[in-house]
C-alpha cells in the first residue's frame, strides 16, 4: 500500500538559508511520481515540483529542487535562499502509476515552514 | 479558463443534514478527486474518479457519496451530516495516468476548497 510520511510538523528557518523538508514514502510499485505542493496561508494548492521514479536527474525548478534517494525512498525539498513568502504549509504527495490508470494521490501530513527576518 | 470551481467556499450544517458540495473542471480531466484537510492530519483521500461513470474509495469514504455522469462534474454528498465530517475540502483533477504516465503532466489541480462546519 502507498504511504507518505513528513516527519517534520513544523520549522523555524533564518531568512536567506537553505531549508530541507523531509519526505519519506512506501510503495510496491515500480513506476510512480513525487511532488510538492505549497499551501499559503490562504488555503490555496500551489504546485511545486514533480520527480518521476525513473527519472535519472533531480528535479529543479527555479529555488526549489528535490533530492530524490531511491534506495532510501525519500523525496526532501530543497529550498534554496529562503524568502519570507516561503512561509507555508508544504506538502509532499505520491502517485502509483505501473499497476493501473486509476491511480490516486496521496498525500503527507504537511510541515509548517515558518522563515525568520 | 476557470480551471477547478468548488462551491459553496463555506457552509454551516446541523447535525443529520445533508448538502452537496459541488465540484466542476473544464480541463478535460479524466481523473477527478476529494480530499478534506484536517490539522495535523495533512490531506486525505475522500473518493476519486477516473472517468464517467467510475469511481471508487479513497482513505476515508465513510459518510460520503460521489457520482460522476459527466467528465467535468465530481459532487461529493454527505447524506447525514456528523461533527466529525467538520473541515476544509478540496477538489481537485489531473490527466489520467495512462495519459502521461511519467510526467509533470499527471500533477493535480486544485480547486479553491469548500470549508464546512458540522454543528
Known amino acids: 500500500a502507498q504511504k507518505i510520511t513528513q516527519t517534520q510538523p513544523g520549522m523555524f528557518v533564518q531568512e536567506k538559508e537553505a531549508v530541507t523538508l523531509d519526505c519519506t514514502y512506501d510503495?510496491?510499485?515500480?513506476?510512480?511520481?513525487l511532488f510538492w505542493y505549497k499551501q499559503p496561508s490562504s488555503g490555496e494548492m500551489i504546485f511545486l515540483i514533480y520527480?518521476?521514479?525513473?527519472?535519472?536527474q533531480n528535479a529543479t525548478e527555479g529555488r526549489y529542487s528535490l533530492n530524490f534517494q531511491k534506495a532510501r525512498k525519500s523525496a526532501n525539498l530543497v529550498i534554496s535562499a529562503s524568502q519570507l513568502g516561503d512561509s507555508a504549509m508544504y506538502f509532499c504527495?505520491?502517485?502509483?502509476?505501473?499497476?493501473?490508470?486509476?491511480?490516486?494521490?496521496?498525500f503527507g501530513s504537511g510541515t509548517r515552514l515558518s522563515i525568520r527576518p | 479558463n476557470a480551471g477547478v470551481t468548488q462551491t459553496p467556499k463555506f457552509q454551516v450544517l446541523k447535525t443529520g443534514q445533508s448538502m452537496t458540495l459541488q465540484c466542476a473542471q473544464d480541463?478535460?480531466?479524466?481523473?477527478m478527486s476529494w480530499y478534506r484537510q484536517d490539522p495535523g492530519m495533512g490531506l486525505r483521500l475522500i473518493h476519486y474518479s477516473v472517468g464517467a461513470g467510475i469511481t471508487d474509495q479513497g482513505e476515508v469514504p465513510n459518510g460520503y457519496n460521489v457520482s460522476r455522469s459527466t467528465t467535468e462534474d465530481f459532487p461529493l454528498r454527505l447524506l447525514s451530516a456528523a461533527p466529525s465530517q467538520t473541515s476544509v475540502y478540496f477538489c481537485a483533477s489531473s490527466y489520467a495516468v495512462d495519459r502521461a504516465p511519467l510526467s509533470g503532466a499527471n500533477v493535480l489541480t486544485f480547486g479553491a476548497g469548500s470549508r464546512l462546519t458540522v454543528l
Open positions: 510503495t510496491s510499485d515500480p513506476s510512480y511520481g
Open positions: 520527480q518521476g521514479s525513473y527519472d535519472q
Open positions: 480541463m478535460n480531466h479524466e481523473y
Open positions: 504527495a505520491m502517485r502509483d502509476i505501473g499497476y493501473s490508470s486509476a491511480s490516486k494521490i496521496i
